[in-house]
Every structure is written in structure tokens, then in C-alpha cells.
Nanobody, 114 residues
Framework: QVELAESGGGLVEPGGSLRLTCVASGNAVRDHPMAWYRQATGKEHELVASISSGGKAALYGESVKGRATISRDNDKNMILLVLDNLQIEDTAVYYC???????WGHGIQVTVSS
């Protein structure tokens, strides 16, 4: 059973940056698109970014467009998300996802606060 594990969250000041990492326990995800979602308290899941299996194409949610960069290293079964110029509205639990395999990570809290 493949599992996704997120890391890199925490408390960040407004205007700061963070890097989230998702590592898959097996090789199965490297052939599929991957995505980062987030869910703020009281709100629905929101797509942050997605990336094609080869890493050549990426899609970003409107709320993070221009501030987010998604990438992947298939040799390491790793998907990265860099989010710059963080805003208080970016506070949420961030999840790694592989829709093709119906896989979700446990989520990691990101809190933007001064």
C-alpha cells in the first residue's frame, strides 16, 4: 500500500515562504499526476497546484497563482510545493494527493500569522 507523507509545514509570518514536501512510500505515483490541496477551517478543499507525471506541466489555483511553484523528483518519489509571499488566507491544512490512485496524505498544518 502506497502512502503519502507531507512535511515542511508550521508557523510562518506574512510575506514569508515555505516549502512543503510530499514523499511517496513506493514508485507507483511516478507515472501519475500529483497535486497539493488545502483546506482551511470551515471551508472546502481547494486545489493549490497540480503537476503532470513527467513534471512538464503544472496548474495552479487562482488564489496562489504567481506565488506557488510545484515540482517533482520522480527518482525520489517526491513532490514539492514552494509558496511565496504567504498571506494569512493561506492558513490551512495542506494535503498531497494522487487522484489516479485515490491517495491522500494525512495533511500538514500551515499557519500564517505575525
Amino acid at each position: 500500500q502506497v502512502e503519502l507523507a507531507e512535511s515542511g509545514g508550521g508557523l510562518v509570518e506574512p510575506g514569508g515562504s515555505l516549502r512543503l514536501t510530499c514523499v511517496a512510500s513506493g514508485n507507483a505515483v511516478r507515472d501519475h499526476p500529483m497535486a497539493w490541496y488545502r483546506q482551511a477551517t470551515g471551508k472546502e478543499h481547494e486545489l493549490v497546484a497540480s503537476i503532470s507525471s513527467g513534471g512538464k506541466a503544472a496548474l495552479y489555483g487562482e488564489s496562489v497563482k504567481g506565488r506557488a511553484t510545484i515540482s517533482r523528483d520522480n527518482d525520489k518519489n517526491m513532490i514539492l510545493l514552494v509558496l511565496d509571499n504567504l498571506q494569512i488566507e493561506d492558513t490551512a491544512v495542506y494535503y498531497c494527493n494522487c487522484a489516479w490512485l485515490n491517495l491522500w496524505g494525512h495533511g500538514i498544518q500551515v499557519t500564517v500569522s505575525s
